[in-house]
């Protein structure tokens, strides 16, 4: 897609269609980094003229009014990260939206209501692509995190505008690129998680891509298992074994070093701060549960790590949350981040828990990069084509900025 550095703002309205879908609690936004992080663009697009129209969904209000999920409170965090006025309309289309764009001076700064308070936002709506378009000259889109879902502000009104990428999307596809289709080898990837079930897909396609694959979290129970070990009462997906089989032997033909956990730490009980063992994954008793990686198991994760030069991180190894299930998590993750540190490794990291999970283990501004993606993150590692991309791909092809 085009960057901004081929666009010229001055005095256009540019319809930035950004991820505001931050967390909240109590009518605060608890978790500024996806305000932050598209605070470069904004302020790019601003500096030099432009009439900044932005557009974001928040939550999941299916189509509905529902006023506690309304952007109002976002303009303000917004406005603070920013050192500058932000004005809200309360609707993204419709006589309010196009009143206050149209007393835009260059320069300013304007947010629109939640786009998903529109029933046609989901449907891709082509009345609505059209109406939002209408109030824009050009589209850009910085919304990387948003970019798996083919919706009316993320792929439909692209049709209708000459259409750019922003600067955290083309961040966020340099690195992924840098990481996945042309790393520095050796590459890695850890990958945690509960389910084998929904990480088929992205296993699948890492075997294709990495030279080491290190499965953590419960989905590793499964693997264990379905090497035939005695797990206990961990948690694992009956009906994942033999697909888990079927892996280990993809790993093999693809030469993809496989790495399971050697030894894990184990508890009767789910709950914080209940008693623990540390055992090998062939001694785990009946009735105990696998909730974390042992001391083994990081040892010789720090040992792989040192091997590579680019890695790739999405999921947590136990149950971080729940200390001290943390430890293992906590241990590789610093790991990593000190040979970041070093310059001997290029790690990028992303998807669902894993932000909190390299945030709790105090990292999370020691990594190369860390997307701000969940789903789309993972849609990415699974190889798919995201439909944000493609509306304002000038090839059809997933490609980098050109
Ligand atoms: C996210 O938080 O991953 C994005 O904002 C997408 O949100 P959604 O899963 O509700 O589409």
Not at 63 to 71: A, C, E, I, Q, T
Request: proline letters at 5%; a negative charge; hydrophobic letters at 45%.
């Amino acid at each position: 897609f085009s960057t901004l550095d081929t666009l010229d703002p001055k005095g256009k309205r540019i319809l930035l269609r950004v991820d505001l879908n931050v967390p909240m609690k109590d009518g605060k936004v608890t978790d500024e980094t996806r305000i932050e992080r598209v605070v470069p663009t904004i302020r790019e697009l601003a500096e030099k003229g432009g009439r900044v129209i932005l557009l974001s969904h928040f939550d999941r209000p299916k189509g509905k009014v529902v006023p506690d999920m309304s952007l109002q409170p976002i303009a303000t965090a917004l406005a603070t990260a920013l050192g500058r006025p932000v004005s809200f309309a309360h609707d993204c289309i419709g006589p309010d939206a196009e009143a206050a764009a149209r007393s835009m001076q260059d320069g300013d700064i304007l947010l629109l209501e939640n786009t998903r308070f529109q029933p046609g936002e989901e449907k891709n709506d082509a009345g609505l692509s059209a109406a939002l378009a209408s109030l824009g000259d050009v589209y850009v889109n910085d919304a990387f995190s948003a970019a798996h879902r083919a919706h009316a502000s993320t792929a439909g009104v692209a049709a209708h505008l000459p259409s750019y990428g922003g600067r955290l999307m083309q961040a966020e596809l340099e690195a992924l690129y840098a990481a996945l289709e042309n790393p520095e080898r050796p590459v890695g990837a850890i990958v945690g998680g509960a389910k084998i079930s929904t990480k088929l897909q992205l296993l699948e396609n890492m075997l294709a891509k990495v030279d080491m694959l290190a499965i953590g979290g419960a989905m590793a129970n499964t693997f264990l298992a379905a090497k035939g070990l005695q797990v206990g009462k961990s948690l694992i997906e009956k009906d994942m074994l033999d697909t888990a089989r079927t892996i280990m032997e993809q790993a093999k033909a693809k030469n993809c070093d496989l790495i399971l956990p050697v030894d894990v730490v184990i508890s009767e009980d789910f709950i914080a701060g209940a008693p623990t063992q540390v055992v090998p994954v062939t001694a785990i008793p009946d009735g105990w549960m696998a909730l974390d990686v042992g001391p083994e198991t990081v040892k010789l994760l720090q040992s792989k790590l040192a091997g590579l030069k680019t890695l790739v991180w999405n999921g947590p190894l136990g149950v971080f949350e729940l200390p001290p299930f943390d430890e293992g998590t906590n241990a590789v993750a610093q790991a990593a981040a000190q040979l970041t540190q070093e310059g001997k490794l290029k790690t990028v990291a992303g998807g669902g828990d894993t932000v909190s999970a390299l945030r709790h283990a105090g990292v999370l501004h020691k990594m190369s990069y860390v997307s701000t993606a969940g789903g789309a993150f993972l849609e990415w590692l699974e190889g798919k084509v995201l439909p944000g991309l493609t509306a304002i791909s000038t090839t059809l092809e997933k490609t980098l900025p050109i």
